[in-house]
């Protein structure tokens, strides 16, 4: 594995739930159910899926007080960190609260006078939760509209540490902030202006990146830049599609930038018609049938011996395509040939046996550290 060159901007740890976020934690990755929150067994079903496929922590929807009796109920049945996403009135903050939310999504501009702030505060204080401060460029404030004509990077920092101002006055610290637009430059702007103001975390995302293929582009470019620029402590890529998919991507743009892994690097070939087997076809096949493991793995599917030697030699289990057999290389070295037209299954064997050897390995150094 590849260690990334990246320095990460440093910034105040704070924790949401079992998960810290910030400071030397790993960059988390976060979605946001789509279901209707009151129908819990449905949205218990999909954090669940979300939990199968690695996800960190993630934000539900409450929008009324019925939802928010329905958290407390999804709270109970679920594992991972959920935020609890609140906007306008600070009585289900507080219900929230006391149901069991790890962090309150919320704008304290918009949640009321500064004494329901205090409450919303409070409240957060005595259960020791955190708050994401969450701002979005189509819905700035009207004299910040007025004000620039536009959104704009600058306000939206103005607009974040209005709301941050109210924190701070409040001696209350332990919140993050997003400063999220659909436009990819505009929000590298406004992370850029904003994380030379503030030491607090920071949660990166495109909002409104659009569908899968076309937001996966916007919120690759975008996240990608600002995480190179060692900027953001956890991140949500937000599609019309999924959740499980979001987290996906999200892991995968981590994943690039040797940030961090969740489960198999796979480094493969486009194909040409110098393949010896029909690379494309067991590449879906190998993703669907590993997409279970979490260990971190690079795992190299070349379909010729052109570039098939070298990639291999950097890979954790690499396969030269040749026909009848494929060479087999294991870090990154020579080791056996197996049968061309049993790759999926000779690969997927040979993955399962590594992560078997690895996990062993983990365990008993979790064993002996103690």
């Known amino acids: 594995m590849h260690h990334s060159p990246i320095v990460r901007r440093p910034t105040r740890k704070i924790r949401v739930g079992s998960v810290y976020v910030g400071g030397d934690a790993p960059i988390t990755v976060q979605t946001m159910t789509n279901t209707e929150t009151c129908d819990v067994a449905a949205t218990v079903a999909q954090i669940n899926r979300c939990v199968d496929v690695g996800v960190d922590i993630v934000r539900v929807s409450v929008p009324t007080m019925q939802a928010a009796e329905a958290f407390g109920q999804i709270r109970k049945q679920v594992n991972v960190p959920l935020v609890a996403d609140i906007h306008f009135d600070h009585r289900i903050a507080l219900a929230v609260a006391d149901y069991g939310a790890d962090c309150l999504r919320i704008n304290p501009g918009n949640i009321g006078n500064e004494d329901k702030i205090r409450e919303v505060v409070a409240a957060a204080r005595h259960h020791g939760i955190s708050m994401r401060i969450g701002v979005n460029a189509g819905s700035l ?199 061309t037209n049993q790759l999926v299954n000779e690969i997927e064997a040979m993955v399962r046996a590594k992560v078997d050897v690895l996990e062993k390995a983990r365990e008993k150094e979790i064993i002996r550290a103690k």
């Open 141 to 339: 404030e009207k004299d910040l509209q007025v004000k620039y004509g536009e959104p704009t990077g600058e306000a939206l920092l103005e607009s974040a540490m209005r709301h941050i101002d109210i924190l701070d006055r409040l001696n209350f610290h332990e919140f993050k902030v997003s400063v999220k637009a659909s436009n990819v430059f505009l929000t590298l702007d406004a992370y850029r202006l904003l994380s030379r103001q503030i030491d607090n975390p920071l949660h990166l995302g495109v909002t409104e990146a659009g569908v899968f293929r076309s937001g996966t582009v916007k919120s690759a470019i975008a996240l990608g830049g600002l995480l190179l620029d060692g900027i953001g402590d956890t991140l949500r890529v937000s599609l019309a599609a999924e959740p499980e998919d979001e987290v996906k991507i999200g892991f995968d743009i981590l994943k690039s930038l040797n940030i961090r892994s969740n489960g198999i690097n796979f480094i493969a070939c486009p194909s040409c018609s110098r393949q010896e087997f029909d690379v494309i076809r067991v590449m879906n096949a190998l993703e669907e049938r590993l997409e279970d493991i979490r260990t971190p793995m690079d795992v190299s599917v070349i379909g010729c011996k052109v570039n098939g030697p070298g990639e291999a030699k950097e890979a954790d289990i690499g396969v030269v395509g040749a026909s009848p057999r494929s060479l087999v290389y294991m870090n990154g070295e020579k080791s056996h040939l197996i049968d």
